[in-house]
């Protein structure tokens, strides 16, 4: 038989199965169709061998949108889904219009959303002030603009509750019950952090114990600062709750230091204080003033002038991160997506899924290539209820799939002023999405848009 793509002579490692062998691996129809030992025959051939076949990785924490730009770094690094609409921001409602506006353009790889409370469902209701306080009607609509977007297919209800100091239990709780209703994701930004953390951590713990909620914790790493006590505490408090029998889940970049928006409340002022660092470890790296540490003439403009201009904050320790990493309940993210212009940006957008394999498996031996692999791939997709069909290799499961080579893959990407925060990384010989090779040798085949929109069904949970 001729299929449209045989993947030959790779060294296969499927999460699923945990299973780690050499093999060949016929695509036809968007589908692994065979894996086998015995010889193939394509229309396309990819030689792999001395390459790791994988599932392709899932970004469980992104901000992908539009434009294409952020999207094909994720292509290049390996990433064929993922999961947008983090930290409460969704760009648009009702999902479905967005959804369809995405399904009708075109896009690289497979798109998920969920929507968004700290930012869009309280500005759809008229609270453009972070710091107010919802009214129970205002509440009461965000409630139906939330069951709107799930029955329309948002994969959960998302909370950046540090971007929304005004955001009460009263608001939150109901937004969270619902999620949990249809057994939905909630990811939550939570609230403090850095010295603060315990106070946040807590308040999301306590929304998984009052809902019944799957509450994630997003971007674990970067929530804690420059103290590696305060994640090993934070990292006890999560071990406890999962130990109690709490589904509590997280998710983890590879950097020392997160990007957000300057206009946010994250960056309120005085905010270097908690971290024990100084108002110039905050790099612009958006608008104006790109790749300039920031004063307080640079501040004050920003706050007062701009209104999407992301900043990059030198808070974090990088033992922290793999020893959160490491952790069973966490699984690997970006937090990608915020900057959509060549040059500008955070590292991350370019580089994270690369940098675990380089750092974290070949360079320290923090993870095994099969935790890697499991945390990139079938981890995300059992955490969004896509493991029917996506994040592991075998017959039957969507062909998203990554060749990398183990002895060369690495991230270039860098801070701006030091490197280019979207260089491209090196090892990722070719990304499969949908059946349809979009990367190779590094380069994007930026004409092919075989990424589907995925959509998830409300099913009211039950034992």
């Known amino acids: 038989m001729l299929y449209d793509i045989v993947i030959l002579n790779g060294t ?12 060949n691996i016929a695509v036809s129809n968007g589908k692994i169709k065979k894996v086998t030992r015995l010889p193939l025959e394509g229309k396309e051939t990819i030689d792999a061998k ?12 992104s901000h992908l949108n539009y434009p294409l730009y952020p999207a094909w770094l994720s292509a290049k690094q390996g990433i064929t889904t993922c999961l947008s609409g983090n930290c409460g921001l969704t760009p648009k409602l009702p999902i479905k219009e967005y959804l369809d506006e995405i399904e009708h353009q ?3 790889i497979n798109f998920a959303t969920l929507v968004g409370h700290s930012w869009k469902l309280r500005e759809m209701v008229g609270l453009e002030d972070p710091y107010a306080a919802a009214s129970p009607e205002q509440i009461d609509r965000m409630v139906e603009l939330a069951e709107q977007a799930l029955e329309e297919g948002a994969f959960g209800v998302s909370f950046g509750l540090e971007y ?4 009460t239990p009263e608001e939150y709780l109901p937004l969270a019950a619902l999620a949990a209703k249809y057994d939905k994701l909630v990811p939550i930004h939570i609230r403090t952090d850095a010295l603060d953390f315990a106070k946040g951590l807590r308040e999301a713990i306590a ?21 590696p006590e305060v994640t090993e505490m934070a990292l006890c408090m999560i071990r406890n709750a999962v130990e109690k029998g709490l589904p509590l889940m997280c998710d983890s970049g590879m950097y020392e230091a997160f990007a957000t928006y300057v206009q946010s409340a994250v960056f309120d002022e005085g905010w270097h204080k908690r971290y024990g660092a100084r108002l110039s470890d905050l790099m612009i790296c958006s608008g104006k003033y790109v790749g300039q540490r920031c004063t307080p003439e640079i501040y004050d403009y920003i706050r007062t002038e701009e209104t999407d201009t992301v900043g990059t904050a030198f808070v974090g320790v990088l033992p922290d991160l793999g020893l959160a990493i490491k952790q069973p309940y966490t699984m690997i993210s970006t937090d990608a997506g915020l900057v959509d212009k060549a040059g500008e940006g955070h590292p991350q957008d370019a580089g994270t899924f690369p940098r675990v394999f380089q750092k974290l498996v070949r360079e320290q031996g923090v993870l095994s290539m099969m935790e890697a692999v499991e ?3 079938y981890m995300p997709a059992r955490q969004m209820g896509i493991a029917d069909r996506k994040g592991w290799i075998g017959k039957g499961a969507d062909a998203d799939i990554v060749v990398f080579d183990p002895r060369t893959i690495r991230d270039n990407a860098d801070y701006i002023g030091i490197g280019r925060p979207d260089a491209a990384p090196d090892g990722i010989k070719c990304v499969v999405v949908n059946g349809v090779v979009i990367v190779e040798e590094g380069e994007a085949h930026e004409g092919r848009l075989p990424g589907k929109v995925l959509r998830q069904p409300n099913k009211v949970w039950e034992l």
Do not use: N, W
Request: with cysteine.
């Open 12 to 23: 296969i490692v499927d999460p699923k199965t945990k299973l780690q062998t050499v093999g």
């Open 50 to 61: 001395g390459c790791i076949v994988c599932p392709g990785f899932i970004d469980i924490h």
């Open 106 to 108: 075109g896009y690289p």
């Open 164 to 167: 929304a100091p005004g955001a």
């Open 207 to 227: 929304i998984m114990e009052e809902t019944g909620a799957r509450v994630h914790i997003s971007h674990l790493a970067y929530q804690f600062g420059v103290h």
């Open 375 to 377: 945390k990139s791939t």
